[in-house]
């Protein structure tokens, strides 16, 4: 399944589970991120399967770069 229809399904379970709203929005920001680093780089429909250790830290790389 693509992961970007898994974000919706998963945040849904976290605010059943009781996490607090802060929590769901600091999930929702940095899950958008991920699936916008995918997207720049035309991979738009990656699978949650595809998401391998490489793959991750490639992305966070990214978000690295971008720090102050």
Known sequence: MKL???IDPFL???KLK???SC???SYA?????L????EAIDEAD??????T???MREWLGTIADLKP
């Not at 699936?35 to 995918?38: M, P």
């Open 53 to 55: 250790r490489l793959r």
């Open 4 to 6: 970007s229809e898994q």
């Open 12 to 14: 849904s379970a976290l």
């Open 35 to 38: 699936v916008g680093y995918f």
């Open 18 to 20: 009781g996490y607090s």
């Open 29 to 33: 920001s940095d899950l958008a991120q």
């Open 23 to 25: 929590t769901i929005e």
């Open 46 to 51: 990656i699978r949650v399967e595809a998401l």
